[in-house]
């Protein structure tokens, strides 16, 4: 299987809300409801922002949403703030005990 | 809070092997899958298999690395371990364990181990 694409790069100002999308296939995203999104600073291991398309894990702020739509997931983030400025990916289950994640998403607040 | 705790840093020649190790600060995965994934510098994350103990120890790998990787448990101490064959330069990079990849997804992260195959 071939990884999750995603665009290498998005920029916004603070208190902008930007979107990052994660396209996969009929045999991931578009199967399973197992796509998650984490975030990931310089250094630092990667931390869940978003569970099974649209849960958020207890402490995570509501400035962060997921969706899915066929074959394609985002993440949106709302009232950009400056600590955002990091590296984000997205996971799906694959089926067949595989997981995929996507290539990830530079994130620069601007 | 769930902690996972992963072995130090290791230094390696092509053609050898590495045993990376992780364990979860309160003895127990419990339920949960464990998988492995790993993330050269600059690069992105890459999903390299999945143990869950509880089941017996199934084990997924990724089709890539099928022939070189082995995931195994040891119940006795909780300890997951990750063994990669036949190193390559290409095999440098930072691994995670983490949290889940069975029936859910995954969610905590170990601090990840670095392994550097060089000459």
């Known amino acids: 299987q071939s990884a999750l694409a995603q665009p290498a790069s998005v920029s916004g100002s603070p208190g902008q809300e930007i979107t990052i999308s994660c396209t996969g296939t009929?045999?991931?995203?578009?199967?399973?409801?197992?796509v998650s999104w984490y975030q990931q600073y310089p250094g630092k291991a990667p931390q869940l922002i978003i569970y099974?398309?649209?849960k958020r894990p207890s402490g995570v702020s509501d400035r962060f949403s997921g969706s899915k739509s066929v074959n394609t997931a985002s993440l949106t983030i709302s009232g950009l703030q400056p600590e955002d400025e990091a590296d984000y990916y997205c996971?799906?289950?694959?089926?067949?005990?595989?997981?995929?994640f996507g290539g990830g998403t530079k994130l620069t607040v601007l | 809070q769930v902690q996972l705790l992963q072995s130090g840093a290791e230094v390696k020649k092509p053609g050898s092997s590495v045993k990376v190790s992780c364990r979860a600060s309160?003895?127990?995965?419990?339920?949960?899958?464990v998988s492995w994934v790993r993330q050269a510098r600059g690069q992105g994350l890459e999903w390299t298999g999945t143990?869950?103990?509880?089941?017996?120890?199934?084990?997924n790998y990724a089709q890539t690395l099928r022939d070189r990787i082995s995931i195994t448990a040891d119940r006795s101490t909780g300890t997951i371990y990750m063994q990669l064959d036949r190193l390559e330069s290409e095999d440098t990079g930072v691994y995670y364990c983490?949290?889940?990849?069975?029936?859910?997804?995954?969610?905590?992260w170990g601090p990840g181990s670095l392994v550097t195959v060089s000459s």
């Open positions: 983490a949290r889940g990849g069975g029936s859910e997804g995954i969610d905590y």
């Open positions: 309160g003895g127990t995965f419990g339920h949960s899958a």
């Open positions: 143990i869950t103990p509880s089941l017996g120890g199934i084990t």
């Open positions: 009929s045999s991931d995203i578009g199967t399973w409801t197992l």
């Open positions: 099974e398309e649209i």
């Open positions: 996971c799906s289950y694959a089926g067949n005990g595989v997981w995929l």
